[in-house]
């Protein structure tokens, strides 16, 4: 999958394919997996992209509030001959047409009071001034039908700030997995998958370390195969 990105703002990362490995495999027990997903802060539309190409019954759309980034995400979708819908604005404003079935998500996720860059996109790409995480839940469970699907990740010191969120709004996690820098590192990135309504018990996978020795661990290695995707920075 070749995907065009920003020679000088922000670029999709590890937490992406890992958030895309985790939703494949989340999907997995699931036969006929079809309808209409939603990719919220869309970036230059990976996320959204690589599991709509493995699941070819879903319908694609794509949420995106920088100009830049409704570009890039609207090319790329071209670009791999996937037909999407772009909507452009702020998620938490916007006003949808319909309701999804799966949204996903690799929201900005950093503390407001976090050293900012200096760089516009990059700081809407990162911090979640734009997108607090309670108006965030809030809006998701909105616009998802019950018996929705909810693919995220965000960082791991929130995540009891998280669960009762999800809980407040009916989201109830059906599946997490922690990603760790290395063995003896603490967790630093959460991935979870929340069901609208649902009643499920939760599992939590085995989880991810990325590093072992200075190199990309086995599990990370076979993540970026599966993903198999190719960057190009251009200038917008």
Do not use: W
């Not at 603490?186 to 989880?207: F, G, M, P």
Request: net charge positive; charged share 25%; hydrophobic share 35%.
């Amino acid at each position: 999958m070749v995907l065009y990105q920003p020679s000088n703002g922000y670029c999709y990362n590890s937490d992406t394919h890992f958030l895309y490995n985790f939703t494949i495999e989340c999907l997995i027990k699931f036969k006929n997996v079809k309808g209409e997903i939603l990719d919220i802060g869309s970036g230059s539309g990976i996320l959204g992209l690589l599991i709509t190409r493995d699941n070819k019954k879903l319908n694609l759309n794509q949420c995106e509030i920088q100009k830049t980034f409704q570009e890039l995400s609207t090319i790329n979708a071209k670009c791999n001959n996937i037909d999407s819908q772009m909507y452009k604005g702020s998620f938490l404003e916007l006003e949808f047409d319909k309701q999804f079935d799966i949204c996903v998500s690799n929201p900005p996720f950093y503390h407001s009071n976090v050293i900012k860059s200096e760089n516009e996109n990059l700081k809407i790409a990162r911090y979640n001034d734009s997108m607090p995480l309670n108006l965030f839940i809030k809006k998701v469970s909105k616009v998802l039908k019950n018996d929705g699907k909810f693919f995220f990740c965000y960082d791991v010191k929130q995540l009891k700030e998280i669960v009762k969120l999800l809980e407040d709004c009916k989201l109830n996690i059906e599946a997490m997995q922690f990603v760790y820098p290395k063995e003896g590192k603490d967790a630093t990135l959460v991935l979870i998958y929340a069901r609208k309504n649902s009643k499920s018990l939760l599992r939590v996978l085995d989880s991810i370390y990325v590093f072992e020795d200075n190199e990309f661990t086995p599990k990370v290695k076979k993540i970026y195969e599966m993903c198999s995707t190719h960057s190009i920075k251009v200038e917008i």
